[in-house]
T-cell receptor, first 111, second 114 residues
Framework: KQEVTQIPAALSVPEGENLVLNCSFT??????LQWFRQDPGKGLTSLLL?????REQTSGRLNASLDKSSGRSTLYIAASQPGDSATYLC??????????FGGGTRLMVKP | DGGITQSPKYLFRKEGQNVTLSCEQN?????MYWYRQDPGQGLRLIYY???????QKGDIAEGYSVSREKKESFPLTVTSAQKNPTAFYLC?????????????FGAGSRLTVL
């Protein structure tokens, strides 16, 4: 059974800093790895999806990498802004959109 | 604009009562999902449906029931058999369940049992 872990659970950084969020998974037989953003009391917004055959995906200031052999993915946020403050969740897809979610990292970017 | 609408946003229930959460999508997606989120935790899959009149149990289906009579609608009933129903419930949809189909989420419904 897939298990997904995100460390740290919370992170606070000053505005402008580059940062990395970590995601680890136990079963490397994944279709893809997805990153989502969740604002307080809201639903999830898809940020990036990395196919199992890919090593990374980029969208604006966000870059996600995938290393299946080590069971790890990272989300890199460049030049962080207060508007980036949210909870970031990763999810591993082992069976066609049957996602296993991590517990999330709650990010606060201070002005 | 296309999207997913969940209602109500907030719901209070007395112990022993069944409640139904609504989820409607106008994205023409075949697959729909219900997730439960507890504070500080990730999402756990309750039920999913790949096509009208068909649905399967997820990881935590006990105490819940669903129906899929229309492509656009996938209501979730939280029954009195659910021992700890207070949670944030999220509905999602995707084009299908195969391949790299991105999930679109609704804004969620927060259920509190009094």
């Amino acid at each position: 059974k897939q298990e997904v872990t995100q460390i740290p659970a919370a992170l606070s950084v000053p505005e402008g800093e580059n940062l990395v969020l970590n995601c680890s998974f136990t079963d490397s037989a994944i279709y893809n790895l997805q990153w989502f953003r969740q604002d307080p009391g809201k639903g999830l917004t898809s940020l990036l999806l990395i196919q199992s055959s890919q090593r990374e995906q980029t969208s604006g200031r966000l870059n996600a990498s995938l290393d299946k052999s080590s069971g790890r993915s990272t989300l890199y946020i460049a030049a962080s802004q207060p508007g980036d403050s949210a909870t970031y969740l990763c999810a591993a897809d082992n069976a066609g959109n049957m996602l296993t979610f991590g517990g999330g990292t709650r990010l606060m970017v201070k002005p | 604009d296309g999207g997913i609408t969940q209602s109500p946003k907030y719901l209070f229930r007395k112990e022993g009562q069944n409640v139904t959460l609504s989820c409607e999508q106008n994205l023409n997606h075949d697959a729909m999902y219900w997730y439960r989120q507890d504070p500080g935790q990730g999402l756990r899959l309750i039920y999913y449906s790949q096509i009208v009149n068909d649905f399967q149990k997820g990881d935590i289906a006990e105490g819940y029931s669903v129906s899929r009579e229309k492509k656009e609608s996938f209501p979730l009933t939280v029954t009195s058999a659910q021992k700890n129903p207070t949670a944030f419930y999220l509905c999602a949809s995707s084009i299908g369940v195969t391949g790299a189909n991105v999930l679109t989420f609704g804004a969620g419904s927060r259920l509190t049992v009094l």
